[in-house]
């Protein structure tokens, strides 16, 4: 089954309507009462009728993340895609969950080939201790995989993997066969570690401020496994090796009278869990955006801010 799941981003698999689900969709959900958005990620495999998969939600509070990683299911129904929580996977959260509470999705679908957005609704079932909590979702498909924190924690925990081969197995053979040789260990070469500016810049994402100044928050976004940054800003160190944990790392920046800020995030190193993962928080005023970056010993995550013109 891990095989089958990752396979579907490879080979997206047809519904019986005809209109591709299996993909990958990113984007938030908004609290109807407070406001609030999260970050929120499905990935969906819909294989002979069936429609399983995966969802991802993170937020920040008191200046740490959380983040959670649950088992779904979704049916097709008069004409609406229904996503329900099936089973925690595993979370941070610093109290125990709410039991007996899950959340369900209610997406339209549409009469597009391929499923583009999500766009929708979602909700919590009510109990005797809990009320209902309503929102929106905003989702768009994303044909990156390598762009997906979900899929990266996934493969963390051993949930799909990459490798589809089983050697010495014929596909409806009884015969067994003689498994092959264990090959030797090889031990790998050690990775080149490239001073930040001789690495490729990845932009992570470009956008608009109009503060005078912002403040930059960064976490390990997932599994804490050591991941260690520097921060340089119009190529100016401000922030060296400082290890990515759920607890916020914060600085603040002022353009000064300049009209952009260049941010690279440069990789120290891998952690346990290559590649350097993390996410940006950045606070405009009172807006606030979240960027989910990535980085290694040959590229920097680079994020652009230019000054809105008045």
Known sequence: MKNLFLLCFAVLSFSASGQIISGIYMGKLVNDSTGRSQIYELALNEYRGKISGYSYTTFVSNDSFYYSIKKIKAVKKDGQLIVQDDKMIINNFPEARAKKVYQTNYIQL???????QMNGRW???KTKIYYSIKGAMDLNRNADSSKSTLLAHLKELNLIENDNDQPGVTAGSSVKTKPAAKPQPVAAPAPVKLSYDQRA??????????ADSLVLAFYDNGVVDGDSVSVYVNGKNLVSSVRLTTSATKITIRFDGSDKLRIQLVAENLGSLPPNTGLLTIKDGEKLYQVNFSADLTTNAELIISRKKP
């Open 201 to 210: 810049n990845v932009q992570a994402q470009a956008l608009e401020a109009e």
């Open 123 to 125: 909700e919590t079932n």
């Open 110 to 116: 549409t009469n597009e080939d391929t499923l583009s």
